[in-house]
């Protein structure tokens, strides 16, 4: 099984979690994002970047009822993949296409305190897609997902949106090669 990874985070040199996606290839989603009234997201809202905050902090709250505390984003994100593997009995693939998106999820999880990392480390490989979607149409195939995500008029630098983008990537590429990953 292949799930993809996207997160927004502060900045670049010292990126602290804002939010998370991890999209299914045939459609199942989960999306938390950091409480902005809670003490860890008023911190992380002034750690966060000019661009961040203009960029990823405006679209908050657009994909209402996820906004979690800091542990309860990693509870729910490691609790679901521990039902996405023992439903598919099979090992979950992480797709991501920015290191720093796995590294977040992992941290995000250790961080909850409840032990979930121990039990879905066996079960949870992490695959950097990058230079797979690296291509034109790939990168046409994600423009295109972009441009049809509007339901909560989510655009590129939220998490949802860029996993369900990473998806399509994914998808076009797999298209291309007959099937093959």
Known sequence: MIVFVDAEFTDLQKPQLL???LVTLDGDELYVELD???DIGRARKKASTEI????VLQQWSLVPGFA????EMGRRAGEWQLGLAKESRTTIDVAFDYPADFELLEREVRDSGLGLWMRIEEAVHPVNIGPLVACFDADQAA???FDGLNEHDLTRHHALDNALALRASFQSVQALQGGRP
């Open 19 to 21: 939010s998370l996606s």
């Open 36 to 38: 902005m009234a809670s």
């Open 143 to 145: 423009k295109a997902a």
């Open 68 to 71: 979690s505390a800091y542990k």
């Open 52 to 55: 961040v905050r203009d960029q």
